[in-house]
């Protein structure tokens, strides 16, 4: 396995002006630098500040938005369209899909969607690898899969909460406190930093 599937989104995007991140398993293989495990899909984000730049770009194609709650689409016509809470936008042309997830962002902070109260300073929440290809932070990938953690989510945890710095597992610590106190990932993050060699073995 290799990052070979994030080729296409790559092409779509590459000329896109505003900041979009890759998300979700890949984001935190990207922050690895190897691939863990098969991925089911491949959703990107972008913060809803830039959304009538996204519509503009994606002019000419199929475009639909979710109904939060629901499993219902309904064409996206206009930014009036993408009000919150209203979050994941799919866009499709000629065989080519693309998922696309909205940001919150106020200033330099970018806003945890479940819970505004919790935020990522941008210069935090923006990385890289080494081949140019933009993906949020692994801590913040994590939060969002520590609510009811499917066998992948845990399995991603085991794999990447152990390679997190310290600050931002002390981050994911805090965050999971506020937004899921009953979490079991809180105690492991802790015995981690309590025990740093073998939290990155």
């Not at 505004?116 to 929440?125: D, K, L, S, V």
């Not at 923006?126 to 845990?154: C, I, M, N, T, Y």
């Not at 965050?175 to 492991?188: C, D, F, Q, V, Y």
């Amino acid at each position: 396995m290799d990052f070979t599937p994030l080729a296409e989104i790559t092409r779509v995007m590459e000329t896109f002006s505003r900041p979009w991140f890759i998300v979700g398993g890949w984001a935190l293989d990207l922050a690895l630098g190897r691939v863990t495990r098969e991925h089911d899909d491949l959703d990107v984000c972008v913060f809803r500040e830039d959304v009538a730049s996204l519509l503009h770009y994606f002019q000419g194609w199929d475009r639909e938005v979710v109904i939060p709650g629901t499993h219902r689409v309904v064409t996206c016509s206009s930014e009036r369209d993408t009000l919150s809470p209203r979050h994941e936008l799919h866009f499709s042309r000629g065989g080519t899909e693309v998922e696309v997830l909205l940001i919150d962002k106020v200033g330099d902070r970018v806003l945890f969607r479940r819970d505004p109260t919790i935020w990522m300073a941008y210069e935090c929440f923006s990385r890289h690898d080494g081949s140019g290809r933009p993906f949020v932070a692994p801590e913040w990938q994590l939060l969002f899969k520590a609510k009811s953690p499917r066998l992948k989510d845990e399995l991603d945890f085991r794999n990447h909460a152990p390679n997190l710095e310290a600050g931002a597992k002390m981050w994911l610590a805090e965050a999971l406190k506020r937004h899921l106190p009953h979490s079991t990932w809180i105690g492991e993050l802790e015995r981690m930093m309590e025990n740093p060699a073998r939290g990155s073995e």
